[in-house]
């Protein structure tokens, strides 16, 4: 059991950048998967990027390609969603998942353990 704290989120203006946090708990973090979805008002919680235990793969929705740069320190159990050139449409709830058993990395309910998530916001 991992336990997942995300931080960074905020208010930022179309085309800003933000880098949202994710520190795991827990020895075995290394050997987990982690993901990332958001959820706006309305919507079902989408995929924005996973990233294996290793962090040899790296996964990305089409949406976030080439903005978004998901990555990890297993030393600082933490992994880490830079996310630059920021929309309007990128606002939501972003959430940080972990995956014990690999799996499919886009499928929420693969995942193990989340975090209580964090609020970004694109003002336009």
């Known amino acids: 059991q991992v336990q997942l704290v995300e931080s960074g989120g905020g208010l930022v203006q179309l085309g800003g950048s933000l880098r949202l946090s994710c520190a795991a708990s827990?020895?075995?973090?290394?050997?987990?998967?982690m993901g990332w979805f958001r959820q706006a008002p309305g919507k079902e919680r989408e995929f924005v990027a996973g990233?294996?235990?290793?962090?040899?793969?790296?996964y990305y929705t089409t949406s976030v390609k080439g903005r978004f740069t998901l990555s990890r320190d297993n030393a600082k159990n933490t992994v880490y969603l830079q996310m630059n050139s920021l929309k309007p449409e990128d606002t939501a709830v972003y959430y940080c998942?972990?995956?014990?058993?690999?799996?499919?990395?886009?499928?929420?309910?693969?995942?193990?353990?989340w975090g209580q998530g964090t609020q970004v916001t694109v003002s336009s």
């Open positions: 827990g020895r075995t973090f290394s050997s987990y998967a």
């Open positions: 990233i294996v235990w290793s962090g040899s793969s790296i």
């Open positions: 998942a972990a995956m014990k058993i690999p799996g499919q990395i886009a499928v929420p309910e693969k995942y193990d353990n």
